[in-house]
């Protein structure tokens, strides 16, 4: 199962932006136990379901902390922000409604852990660097 632990290539240097991204990796770290652990599919729901509402709560925050530092990129930003919502709110509906199996809740945590990390090396730490020049 994958597991990634917080390390400082994935920092953005911007103190909660950073807190919360420990938390969403935390919480896809949970899921890759309870799939390790055949804790049960409801667990999983249980936690796919915290990680929507969590994500919808960074993202407002990340999208505030850009709009207060007149980020130019803000735009694309929120784009992607939207795109993964989107995903994740479909990928969720099919789970539940798919009947829900421990090999499918794998490649939606897959799915979620590159998302993630792609997204916070990427968009999140050019933001950091914007904000470092300012
Ligand atoms: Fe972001």
């Known amino acids: 199962m994958v597991k990634i632990e917080w390390n400082d290539g ?37 936690t796919l379901d915290f990680i929507v ?6 993202f407002t925050d990340e999208e505030k902390h850009m709009i207060e530092h007149d980020y130019p990129r803000i735009e694309y930003h929120k784009k ?12 969720i509906t099919e789970f539940k409604e798919d009947g829900a199996t421990e090999r499918l809740a794998e490649s939606v945590n897959i799915y979620l852990f590159n998302w993630l990390v792609t997204h916070i090396k990427g968009v999140d730490g050019a933001y950091g660097r914007y904000l470092k020049e300012l």
């Open 10 to 46: 994935l920092a953005t240097g911007i103190e909660l932006v950073d807190k919360q991204h420990k938390m969403l990796l935390e919480k896809l770290n949970d899921i890759s136990e309870a799939i390790e652990n055949q804790m049960g599919v409801d667990v999983i729901i249980k």
């Open 53 to 58: 509402d969590y994500t919808d709560f960074h």
């Open 80 to 91: 992607m922000h939207k795109e993964f919502v989107d995903t994740l709110n479909k990928m």
